[in-house]
């Protein structure tokens, strides 16, 4: 099994999920400075808290800044056993440009 792609349109579009988990993979004073609302920032530090809390049947979408380094992170989910993984892709920077009133700040 593998992670999937997600657009930008198709996240806030599932932005609606209950169960959808979004995990921002960036420094914390960036996630801090702005964030898809609902996010959660995952660092090597909380991952393992993560992985014990997390449902790994819930859709989960990684975002980084540009949608690179969230495919790596997809990918290891996806090793952890979580079965429904996306890397959204153009990162937040894209979120930003497309969806700029949809920003939270922490």
Request: glycine share 6%.
């Amino acid at each position: 099994m593998a992670f999937k792609h997600i657009s930008v349109a198709d996240t806030a579009l599932m932005l609606s999920n209950d169960e959808l988990v979004v995990v921002d993979i960036r420094d914390a004073n960036t996630f801090a400075s702005g964030h898809i609302p609902g996010a959660e920032h995952l660092s090597n530090e909380n991952l393992p808290r993560f992985l014990n809390e997390k449902d790994y049947e819930q859709p989960i979408i990684v975002v980084c800044y540009h949608g690179i380094s969230s495919q790596s992170a997809a990918n290891y989910l996806v090793q952890q056993g979580f079965e429904d993984v996306y890397s959204m892709d153009g990162g937040f920077e894209a979120w930003r440009q497309t969806q700029s009133d949809n920003i939270e700040t922490a």
